[in-house]
């Protein structure tokens, strides 16, 4: 990744409105930046949260707060808790996020 023309700043991501994206069950709030070809996000997911897609978008994610399990359609399953990041190129792996609790994310994508 190259990044370019991105002036020196600072995000207060409390001032960023977040936008509402159901999943099969539970609700995601993301707050989103874009600068150039490069999104990111502050994410929280609800309890109870099941992703309605596999989703094949690379990704380096951060778990921040709660638990975040990981499930990949080959049938793996990784559990984030604050602290633990994943990575995963486009088109790499299919992924879905499923969270009981809830979760913080920071994801670069």
């Given at each position: 990744?190259?990044?370019?023309?991105?002036?020196?700043?600072?995000?207060?991501?409390?001032d960023v409105e977040a936008t509402?994206?159901p999943g099969e069950t539970g609700?995601?709030?993301?707050?989103?930046?874009?600068?150039?070809?490069?999104?990111?996000?502050?994410?929280?997911?609800?309890?109870?949260?099941?992703?309605?897609?596999?989703?094949?978008?690379?990704?380096?994610?951060?778990?921040?707060?709660?638990?975040?399990?990981?499930?990949?359609?080959?049938?793996?399953?990784?559990?984030?808790?604050?602290?633990?990041?994943?990575?995963?190129?486009?088109?790499?792996?299919?992924?879905?996020?499923?969270?009981?609790l809830g979760a913080k994310l920071?994801?670069?994508?």
């Amino acid at each position: 990744m190259q990044m370019t023309d991105i002036p020196f700043g600072i995000t207060e991501w409390a001032d960023v409105e977040a936008t509402e994206h159901p999943g099969e069950t539970g609700l995601a709030y993301w707050r989103t930046q874009q600068f150039g070809a490069i999104r990111v996000r502050m994410v929280e997911y609800s309890a109870n949260y099941v992703a309605d897609h596999w989703c094949s978008k690379g990704h380096i994610l951060l778990c921040l707060e709660g638990e975040l399990t990981t499930e990949l359609k080959d049938g793996r399953k990784v559990v984030l808790t604050p602290g633990v990041s994943y990575q995963v190129a486009d088109n790499a792996e299919p992924h879905r996020s499923v969270t009981k609790l809830g979760a913080k994310l920071f994801i670069v994508d």
